[in-house]
Nanobody, 118 residues
């Protein structure tokens, strides 16, 4: 089992920035992939970005060039840097990890709200 705790969400104006953090604990030796999904009201949960051991990253087209995912394996942390935020980025952002080298996510955090005002 892996436990995940997100932090860093909040209210920001369009064009602003935030940094989301996710701390992993438990069976962390099994983690290969760490990632972020988001779910806006009335919409399906969607992949935002993920990072696989070795540094391979995958981003949703809607956030390429604006968001950056990074991980600190020594601290068992994954981060999402959100820049040039838009109102359509408003959602609950979920951290996930997976023992496999994919972005599907086996373990999930509780989510952190990001609200971007226009």
């Amino acid at each position: 089992q892996v436990q995940l705790v997100e932090s860093g969400g909040g209210l920001v104006q369009a064009g602003g920035s935030l940094r989301l953090s996710c701390a992993a604990s438990g069976s962390i030796f099994s983690i290969n992939t760490m990632g972020w999904y988001r779910q806006a009201p009335g919409k399906q949960r969607e992949l935002v970005a993920c990072i696989i051991s070795g540094g391979f990253t995958n981003y949703a087209d809607s956030v390429k060039g604006r968001f950056t995912i990074s991980r600190d394996n020594a601290k068992n942390m994954v981060y999402l840097h959100l820049n040039s935020l838009k109102p359509e980025d408003t959602a609950v952002y979920y951290c996930n990890v997976d023992p496999l080298r994919n972005c599907l996510g086996k373990y999930w955090g509780q989510g952190t709200q990001v609200t971007v005002s226009s």
